[in-house]
């Protein structure tokens, strides 16, 4: 089982920036991807921003010039710096992490798991 936890939301002005910081933990993970996703009100959850273990990033259009996505595979750490921010980027902010794990004796799947959310509010 992975537990996954988010910190760095918060209240902040339009042009104003903020740090996410999300840690996967738990015994024996594999880590191949972890990613920052977002849901506002009344909208479908969105991808912002992914990282493989290897380092491939993908980036939704409307941040790749003001948010940069990074991590420290070492303590299974993800990133997110949120830079030029605007009211629209306000949402609950989601940690998703992508972990490869053993069935049975020979085979392996992917399981995403899901943080709680952190909110992220800008004002105008």
């Known amino acids: 089982q992975v537990q996954v936890a988010e910190s760095g939301g918060g209240l902040v002005q339009a042009g104003g920036s903020l740090r996410l910081a999300c840690v996967a933990s738990?015994?024996?993970?594999?880590?191949?991807?972890m990613g920052w996703y977002r849901q506002a009100p009344g909208k479908e959850r969105e991808m912002v921003a992914t990282?493989?273990?290897?380092?491939?990033?993908n980036q939704a259009e409307s941040v790749k010039d003001r948010f940069t996505i990074s991590n420290d595979n070492a303590k299974n750490t993800l990133y997110l710096q949120m830079s030029r921010l605007k009211p629209e980027d306000t949402a609950v902010y989601y940690c998703?992490?992508?972990?490869?794990?053993?069935?049975?004796?020979?085979?392996?799947?992917?399981?995403?798991?899901w943080g709680q959310g952190t909110q992220v509010t800008v004002s105008s």
């Open positions: 990282i493989t273990a290897t380092g491939t990033i």
């Open positions: 738990g015994e024996d993970i594999y880590i191949s991807e």
């Open positions: 998703k992490v992508r972990c490869l794990e053993p069935v049975g004796e020979s085979d392996t799947q992917y399981t995403n798991y």
